[in-house]
């Protein structure tokens, strides 16, 4: 049987394509194929940087297919790069889906014909055989480090939430947030912000402390913060554009 191939989950720049790093270029030079979010997106990155691979949409709202598809290819012996819009894949990030696919299931494939099917075998061994797909991180540029390094508020450990709720399950988002004892990180748009540091109000207190870092790496990158009140009132002098990264700070957590 053909050894299985090799999923790659690269780091992509979150702005300056300076940032990629030389092994994330060599990786994406060598690979068979590249899942992404966008192929219009990572045409341009490939497009720079002189890359010429197939490529197939992997996005948020992808069918089980296409997963199955995927696995089939490594499967084969094909070695398959994972990149997302920005940053590294697998954190929040549609990519997750795939990558928790593989390490949480042993797979045989099946082809009906049509389209490959998955099935796990439950009683496996546990020794890595020839044909089971390895996952190799090639990292870099990541939103949730670079705004955490910083920030200022974090030390040793924080909560990273992700995108919260839009509207189904943000009030009880927020009712978990509010009793953790360390700083929380969330991913969100320019275009919610406000609402979002009004529930931080609501919800943490008029003495929490947020920083705000918006289009890391790219032009009119900006970073600032204080106490939510304040943060509230200098919002109409700042750019609600672009991507934010969003640290949650309680009072209490100070000395």
Same mark, same amino acid.
């Given at each position: 049987?053909?050894?299985a191939?090799i999923?790659?989950?690269?780091?992509?720049?979150?702005?300056?394509?300076?940032?990629?790093?030389?092994?994330?270029?060599e990786?994406?030079?060598?690979?068979?194929?590249?899942?992404?979010?966008?192929?219009?997106?990572?045409?341009?990155?490939? +497009?720079?940087?002189? !890359?010429k691979?197939?490529?197939?949409?992997?996005? #948020?709202? =992808?069918?089980?297919?296409? &997963? *199955?598809?995927?696995?089939?290819?490594?499967?084969?012996?094909?070695?398959?790069?994972?990149?997302t819009?920005?940053?590294?894949?697998?954190?929040?990030?549609?990519?997750?889906?795939?990558?928790?696919?593989?390490?949480?299931s042993?797979?045989?494939?099946?082809?009906?014909?049509?389209?490959?099917?998955?099935?796990?075998?439950?009683?496996?061994?546990?020794?890595?055989?020839?044909?089971?797909i +390895?996952?190799?991180? !090639?990292?870099?540029?990541?939103?949730?480090?670079? #705004?955490? =390094?910083?920030?200022?508020? &974090? *030390?040793?450990?924080?909560?990273?939430?992700?995108?919260?709720?839009?509207?189904?399950?943000?009030?009880?988002?927020?009712?978990?947030?509010?009793?953790?004892?360390v700083?929380?990180?969330?991913?969100?748009?320019?275009?919610?912000?406000?609402?979002?540091?009004?529930?931080?109000?609501?919800?943490?207190?008029?003495?929490?402390?947020?920083?705000?870092?918006?289009?890391?790496t790219?032009?009119f990158?900006?970073?600032?913060?204080?106490?939510?009140?304040?943060?509230?009132?200098?919002? =109409?002098?700042?750019?609600?554009?672009?991507e934010?990264?969003?640290?949650?700070?309680?009072?209490?957590?100070?000395?």
């Amino acid at each position: 049987m053909k050894n299985a191939g090799i999923l790659y989950i690269v780091a992509t720049p979150i702005g300056k394509l300076g940032d990629m790093t030389l092994r994330a270029i060599e990786t994406l030079k060598k690979v068979d194929l590249i899942a992404c979010e966008d192929t219009r997106v990572t045409g341009v990155l490939l +497009k720079h940087f002189n !890359i010429k691979k197939p490529m197939v949409a992997y996005f #948020a709202h =992808s069918k089980l297919s296409k &997963i *199955e598809y995927l696995i089939s290819e490594l499967q084969s012996g094909k070695n398959v790069a994972l990149v997302t819009d920005a940053g590294t894949p697998g954190i929040s990030d549609p990519g997750q889906a795939l990558i928790a696919q593989i390490q949480n299931s042993k797979f045989k494939i099946q082809n009906s014909g049509e389209h490959f099917m998955l099935e796990s075998i439950d009683d496996a061994p546990v020794k890595q055989s020839n044909n089971q797909i +390895k996952i190799i991180p !090639i990292p870099g540029a990541s939103a949730l480090t670079g #705004a955490a =390094s910083v920030s200022g508020m &974090i *030390e040793k450990e924080f909560f990273f939430a992700g995108f919260l709720p839009k509207k189904k399950g943000r009030q009880i988002k927020f009712n978990q947030l509010k009793e953790l004892n360390v700083p929380i990180i969330v991913y969100e748009s320019a275009m919610r912000l406000e609402r979002t540091l009004r529930d931080v109000e609501s919800y943490l207190g008029a003495e929490t402390e947020v920083f705000i870092a918006r289009e890391m790496t790219k032009l009119f990158e900006e970073y600032w913060g204080g106490k939510i009140g304040e943060v509230l009132a200098d919002l =109409s002098i700042h750019k609600l554009k672009g991507e934010i990264v969003l640290i949650i700070q309680k009072s209490k957590f100070k000395n």
